[in-house]
Protein backbone atom coordinates (compact mmCIF):
# COMPACT_ATOMS: atom_id res chain seq x y z
CA UNK A 1 0.00 0.00 0.00
CA UNK A 2 0.83 3.59 -0.51
CA UNK A 3 -0.20 5.88 2.81
CA UNK A 4 -2.09 9.00 1.80
CA UNK A 5 -1.27 11.75 3.28
CA UNK A 6 -4.34 13.72 3.02
CA UNK A 7 -8.04 11.82 2.48
CA UNK A 8 -10.83 13.89 1.25
CA UNK A 9 -13.92 13.79 2.40
CA UNK A 10 -17.99 13.53 1.23
CA UNK A 11 -17.87 17.14 1.24
CA UNK A 12 -15.54 17.62 -1.07
CA UNK A 13 -12.81 18.86 1.70
CA UNK A 14 -8.80 17.13 2.48
CA UNK A 15 -8.39 15.94 5.66
CA UNK A 16 -4.95 15.70 6.34
CA UNK A 17 -4.27 11.91 7.33
CA UNK A 18 -2.33 12.74 10.50
CA UNK A 19 -3.65 15.07 13.34
CA UNK A 20 -2.08 15.61 16.43
CA UNK A 21 -4.97 13.50 19.36
CA UNK A 22 -5.59 15.12 22.38
CA UNK A 23 -7.12 12.71 24.68
CA UNK A 24 -5.93 12.95 27.87
CA UNK A 25 -3.31 15.63 27.43
CA UNK A 26 -3.63 17.80 30.38
CA UNK A 27 -3.26 21.15 31.13
CA UNK A 28 -0.03 22.87 31.23
CA UNK A 29 1.23 20.29 28.58
CA UNK A 30 -1.16 20.55 25.98
CA UNK A 31 -1.13 24.35 24.34
CA UNK A 32 2.95 23.33 23.97
CA UNK A 33 1.93 20.30 22.15
CA UNK A 34 -0.14 21.86 19.93
CA UNK A 35 2.44 24.60 19.03
CA UNK A 36 4.99 22.25 18.85
CA UNK A 37 3.18 19.99 16.70
CA UNK A 38 1.63 23.11 14.07
CA UNK A 39 4.89 24.25 13.71
CA UNK A 40 6.76 21.21 12.93
CA UNK A 41 4.49 20.25 9.96
CA UNK A 42 1.46 18.34 11.66
CA UNK A 43 -2.05 19.97 9.98
CA UNK A 44 -4.30 18.51 11.64
CA UNK A 45 -5.43 18.93 15.61
CA UNK A 46 -8.02 16.79 16.76
CA UNK A 47 -9.96 18.14 20.53
CA UNK A 48 -13.12 17.33 22.48
CA UNK A 49 -15.31 19.48 24.73
CA UNK A 50 -15.04 16.33 27.01
CA UNK A 51 -11.31 16.56 27.24
CA UNK A 52 -11.57 19.90 29.15
CA UNK A 53 -8.72 21.74 27.22
CA UNK A 54 -10.12 23.24 24.25
CA UNK A 55 -9.30 26.62 25.81
CA UNK A 56 -5.59 25.50 26.01
CA UNK A 57 -5.75 23.98 22.94
CA UNK A 58 -7.13 27.07 21.50
CA UNK A 59 -3.92 28.96 22.81
CA UNK A 60 -1.90 26.80 21.12
CA UNK A 61 -3.52 27.19 17.62
CA UNK A 62 -2.41 31.28 17.84
CA UNK A 63 1.26 30.47 19.61
CA UNK A 64 2.09 27.99 16.85
CA UNK A 65 1.69 31.78 14.05
CA UNK A 66 0.21 29.30 11.56
CA UNK A 67 -2.56 30.73 9.81
CA UNK A 68 -5.74 29.51 10.50
CA UNK A 69 -6.84 27.87 7.10
CA UNK A 70 -3.26 26.20 7.05
CA UNK A 71 -4.74 23.33 9.97
CA UNK A 72 -8.07 21.16 9.99
CA UNK A 73 -9.28 21.42 13.20
CA UNK A 74 -11.95 18.61 14.90
CA UNK A 75 -13.93 18.87 18.26
CA UNK A 76 -16.69 17.35 19.36
CA UNK A 77 -20.07 17.56 20.90
CA UNK A 78 -20.02 16.20 25.11
CA UNK A 79 -22.94 14.26 25.61
CA UNK A 80 -24.40 16.18 28.49
CA UNK A 81 -24.57 18.81 25.87
CA UNK A 82 -26.91 17.34 23.48
CA UNK A 83 -29.91 18.89 25.24
CA UNK A 84 -27.94 22.19 23.53
CA UNK A 85 -26.07 21.26 20.79
CA UNK A 86 -26.42 25.17 19.81
CA UNK A 87 -25.12 26.44 22.54
CA UNK A 88 -22.15 24.45 22.61
CA UNK A 89 -21.19 25.21 19.49
CA UNK A 90 -20.39 28.36 19.63
CA UNK A 91 -18.95 27.43 23.49
CA UNK A 92 -16.60 25.14 21.17
CA UNK A 93 -15.74 28.11 19.23
CA UNK A 94 -15.49 30.80 21.84
CA UNK A 95 -12.91 28.64 23.99
CA UNK A 96 -10.69 27.55 20.90
CA UNK A 97 -10.92 31.11 19.35
CA UNK A 98 -11.08 30.15 15.83
CA UNK A 99 -13.86 31.50 13.98
CA UNK A 100 -15.00 27.86 12.14
CA UNK A 101 -14.42 24.16 12.84
CA UNK A 102 -13.24 22.10 10.33
CA UNK A 103 -15.18 18.96 11.72
CA UNK A 104 -17.75 19.21 14.64
CA UNK A 105 -18.56 15.33 15.80
CA UNK A 106 -20.99 14.26 18.20
CA UNK A 107 -18.80 12.32 20.71
CA UNK A 108 -20.96 9.22 21.32
CA UNK A 109 -24.62 8.43 20.70
CA UNK A 110 -25.40 8.95 24.55
CA UNK A 111 -27.07 11.88 25.60
CA UNK A 112 -26.18 11.92 29.41
CA UNK A 113 -26.71 14.19 32.48
CA UNK A 114 -23.54 14.33 33.69
CA UNK A 115 -20.11 12.61 32.96
CA UNK A 116 -21.70 9.43 34.48
CA UNK A 117 -25.65 9.16 33.99
CA UNK A 118 -27.16 8.51 30.89
CA UNK A 119 -29.67 10.50 29.74
CA UNK A 120 -32.74 8.40 28.31
CA UNK A 121 -35.16 11.51 27.68
CA UNK A 122 -33.09 12.25 24.72
CA UNK A 123 -32.41 10.53 21.35
CA UNK A 124 -29.38 10.95 19.69
CA UNK A 125 -30.92 10.60 15.93
CA UNK A 126 -32.60 13.85 17.15
CA UNK A 127 -29.18 15.41 18.25
CA UNK A 128 -28.09 14.52 14.83
CA UNK A 129 -31.00 16.38 13.08
CA UNK A 130 -30.37 19.39 15.30
CA UNK A 131 -26.19 18.88 13.94
CA UNK A 132 -27.46 18.86 10.71
CA UNK A 133 -29.44 22.12 11.10
CA UNK A 134 -26.62 23.83 12.32
CA UNK A 135 -24.61 22.64 9.16
CA UNK A 136 -27.09 24.41 7.41
CA UNK A 137 -27.86 27.43 8.87
CA UNK A 138 -24.09 28.20 9.77
CA UNK A 139 -22.35 27.08 6.78
CA UNK A 140 -19.14 29.64 7.48
CA UNK A 141 -18.70 28.38 11.32
CA UNK A 142 -18.68 24.47 10.51
CA UNK A 143 -17.40 23.43 7.41
CA UNK A 144 -18.37 19.19 7.77
CA UNK A 145 -19.99 17.48 10.41
CA UNK A 146 -19.73 13.83 11.69
CA UNK A 147 -19.90 11.28 14.15
CA UNK A 148 -17.71 9.33 16.48
CA UNK A 149 -17.71 5.46 18.77
CA UNK A 150 -20.89 4.80 15.83
CA UNK A 151 -21.12 1.10 15.39
CA UNK A 152 -22.63 -0.12 12.41
CA UNK A 153 -26.26 -0.63 14.12
CA UNK A 154 -26.39 2.85 14.99
CA UNK A 155 -24.73 4.28 11.68
CA UNK A 156 -28.17 2.12 9.82
CA UNK A 157 -30.47 3.99 12.15
CA UNK A 158 -28.59 7.12 11.44
CA UNK A 159 -28.16 6.90 7.65
CA UNK A 160 -31.96 6.27 7.06
CA UNK A 161 -33.23 9.36 8.34
CA UNK A 162 -30.10 11.57 7.91
CA UNK A 163 -30.18 14.31 5.27
CA UNK A 164 -25.97 14.95 5.48
CA UNK A 165 -24.26 11.36 5.90
CA UNK A 166 -21.33 12.15 8.50
CA UNK A 167 -17.85 13.11 6.93
CA UNK A 168 -16.19 11.26 9.40
CA UNK A 169 -17.02 7.90 12.04
CA UNK A 170 -14.30 8.87 14.68
CA UNK A 171 -13.45 5.55 16.22
CA UNK A 172 -10.99 3.05 18.58
CA UNK A 173 -8.43 1.70 15.68
CA UNK A 174 -5.43 -0.28 16.50
CA UNK A 175 -4.37 -3.77 15.75
CA UNK A 176 -6.02 -4.70 18.96
CA UNK A 177 -9.58 -3.52 18.28
CA UNK A 178 -10.05 -3.80 14.63
CA UNK A 179 -13.70 -3.22 14.01
CA UNK A 180 -13.36 -4.83 10.31
CA UNK A 181 -17.30 -4.06 10.11
CA UNK A 182 -17.35 -0.63 10.98
CA UNK A 183 -14.32 0.42 9.00
CA UNK A 184 -16.15 -1.36 5.85
CA UNK A 185 -19.63 -0.47 6.35
CA UNK A 186 -18.25 3.12 6.48
CA UNK A 187 -16.11 2.70 3.22
CA UNK A 188 -18.83 0.86 1.43
CA UNK A 189 -20.87 4.36 2.41
CA UNK A 190 -17.57 7.08 1.33
CA UNK A 191 -18.11 7.89 5.49
CA UNK A 192 -14.59 8.68 6.60
CA UNK A 193 -13.29 6.70 9.39
CA UNK A 194 -10.61 8.61 11.86
CA UNK A 195 -8.52 6.01 14.45
CA UNK A 196 -8.20 7.48 18.07
CA UNK A 197 -6.24 5.88 20.49
CA UNK A 198 -3.79 4.32 17.26
CA UNK A 199 -1.37 3.31 19.68
CA UNK A 200 -3.34 1.39 22.37
CA UNK A 201 -3.39 4.59 24.65
CA UNK A 202 -0.98 4.46 27.57
CA UNK A 203 1.20 1.97 28.37
CA UNK A 204 0.27 -0.22 25.48
CA UNK A 205 0.75 -3.44 25.13
CA UNK A 206 0.80 -3.05 21.07
CA UNK A 207 4.04 -1.40 21.37
CA UNK A 208 6.28 -4.29 22.55
CA UNK A 209 4.09 -6.45 20.24
CA UNK A 210 6.58 -9.01 18.84
CA UNK A 211 5.00 -8.44 15.07
CA UNK A 212 5.04 -4.72 15.49
CA UNK A 213 8.67 -4.27 16.79
CA UNK A 214 9.73 -6.83 14.01
CA UNK A 215 8.18 -4.33 11.14
CA UNK A 216 9.64 -1.30 13.22
CA UNK A 217 13.23 -2.90 12.55
CA UNK A 218 12.72 -3.58 9.04
CA UNK A 219 11.61 -0.22 8.81
CA UNK A 220 14.21 1.09 11.36
CA UNK A 221 11.66 3.37 12.83
CA UNK A 222 10.02 3.31 16.12
CA UNK A 223 7.05 0.73 16.92
CA UNK A 224 4.65 3.50 17.40
CA UNK A 225 5.56 4.15 13.49
CA UNK A 226 4.29 1.06 12.69
CA UNK A 227 0.76 1.41 14.45
CA UNK A 228 0.17 4.73 12.69
CA UNK A 229 1.29 3.74 9.44
CA UNK A 230 -1.19 0.76 9.52
CA UNK A 231 -3.99 3.04 9.75
CA UNK A 232 -2.26 5.98 7.29
CA UNK A 233 -2.20 2.85 4.56
CA UNK A 234 -5.82 2.03 4.80
CA UNK A 235 -7.73 3.70 2.18
CA UNK A 236 -9.87 6.44 3.33
CA UNK A 237 -8.57 6.57 7.14
CA UNK A 238 -7.21 9.36 9.22
CA UNK A 239 -5.28 8.75 12.28
CA UNK A 240 -4.97 10.94 15.71
CA UNK A 241 -1.33 9.73 17.60
CA UNK A 242 -1.68 11.80 20.69
CA UNK A 243 1.61 12.76 22.50
CA UNK A 244 2.38 15.79 24.72
CA UNK A 245 6.46 15.08 24.14
CA UNK A 246 8.27 16.91 21.98
CA UNK A 247 10.40 13.91 20.35
CA UNK A 248 7.58 11.59 19.99
CA UNK A 249 5.35 14.78 18.40
CA UNK A 250 7.83 15.13 15.73
CA UNK A 251 8.92 11.15 15.12
CA UNK A 252 5.44 10.34 14.88
CA UNK A 253 5.04 11.90 11.74
CA UNK A 254 6.78 9.07 10.11
CA UNK A 255 4.66 7.11 8.28
CA UNK A 256 6.01 4.08 5.91
CA UNK A 257 4.55 2.44 2.76
CA UNK A 258 3.44 -1.45 4.35
CA UNK A 259 2.78 -4.57 2.31
CA UNK A 260 -0.56 -6.08 1.84
CA UNK A 261 0.79 -9.35 4.01
CA UNK A 262 2.46 -7.10 6.86
CA UNK A 263 -1.20 -5.27 7.45
CA UNK A 264 -2.68 -8.82 7.37
CA UNK A 265 -0.04 -9.51 9.79
CA UNK A 266 -0.86 -6.85 11.98
CA UNK A 267 -4.70 -6.80 11.87
CA UNK A 268 -4.48 -10.43 13.09
CA UNK A 269 -3.36 -8.99 16.18
CA UNK A 270 -6.53 -8.55 17.18
CA UNK A 271 -7.66 -12.55 17.30
CA UNK A 272 -4.58 -13.12 19.84
CA UNK A 273 -5.52 -10.04 22.07
CA UNK A 274 -8.34 -7.77 21.96
CA UNK A 275 -8.71 -4.91 23.88
CA UNK A 276 -9.96 -1.42 24.07
CA UNK A 277 -8.95 1.46 26.14
CA UNK A 278 -12.34 2.90 25.43
CA UNK A 279 -15.19 0.58 26.18
CA UNK A 280 -18.68 2.27 25.33
CA UNK A 281 -20.01 0.55 28.55
CA UNK A 282 -18.56 3.73 30.56
CA UNK A 283 -21.64 5.65 28.68
CA UNK A 284 -24.21 3.65 30.89
CA UNK A 285 -25.59 2.57 27.42
CA UNK A 286 -23.70 -0.91 27.46
CA UNK A 287 -22.78 -1.89 23.92
CA UNK A 288 -23.91 0.61 22.04
CA UNK A 289 -24.19 -2.08 19.25
CA UNK A 290 -20.15 -2.96 19.00
CA UNK A 291 -20.32 -6.94 18.58
CA UNK A 292 -17.55 -7.32 20.38
CA UNK A 293 -18.77 -5.54 23.86
CA UNK A 294 -21.77 -7.24 23.80
CA UNK A 295 -21.35 -8.56 27.49
CA UNK A 296 -21.94 -5.01 28.49
CA UNK A 297 -26.03 -5.15 27.27
CA UNK A 298 -26.33 -8.08 30.00
P1 LIG B 1 2.98 10.98 25.80
O1 LIG B 1 1.77 11.78 25.45
O2 LIG B 1 3.39 11.11 27.22
O3 LIG B 1 4.14 11.22 24.84
P2 LIG B 1 -2.66 6.89 21.63
O4 LIG B 1 -2.27 7.81 20.53
O5 LIG B 1 -2.93 5.49 21.18
O6 LIG B 1 -3.82 7.42 22.45
O7 LIG B 1 -1.43 6.74 22.64
C1 LIG B 1 -1.02 7.79 23.44
C2 LIG B 1 -0.02 7.28 24.44
O8 LIG B 1 1.16 6.83 23.75
C3 LIG B 1 0.45 8.34 25.39
O9 LIG B 1 0.75 7.73 26.64
C4 LIG B 1 1.73 8.87 24.72
O10 LIG B 1 2.62 9.40 25.69
C5 LIG B 1 2.29 7.60 24.14
N1 LIG B 1 3.09 7.83 22.92
C6 LIG B 1 2.90 8.72 21.94
N2 LIG B 1 3.82 8.61 20.98
C7 LIG B 1 4.66 7.62 21.36
C8 LIG B 1 5.82 7.03 20.79
N3 LIG B 1 6.31 7.45 19.63
N4 LIG B 1 6.41 6.01 21.48
C9 LIG B 1 5.93 5.58 22.66
N5 LIG B 1 4.82 6.08 23.24
C10 LIG B 1 4.19 7.10 22.60
Known sequence: MVASTTVKLNTGAEMP???????????????????FALKNGYKGIDTAAAYKNEAEVGKGLKASGVPRESFFLTTKLDNPDQKHAEKALFDSLKALDTPYLDLWLMHWPAPMIDGSTPDKSIDWLNTWKEMERLYKAYPDKLKAIGVSNFSVKFLERLLAEAT?????????????????????????????????????????????????????????????????????NKPGVTVLPKSVTNSRIEA?????????????ELEAIDKQHHFRACHPSWTGFGSLGFPDCLDADK
Open 17 to 35: TVSLGTWKSQPGQVEHAVE
Open 164 to 232: VVPAVNQIELHPSCTQTDVVEFCRSKGIVITSYSPLGSDNSPLLTNPTVTKLAEKYSVAPANILISLQA
Open 252 to 264: NKKIVDLTDDEIA
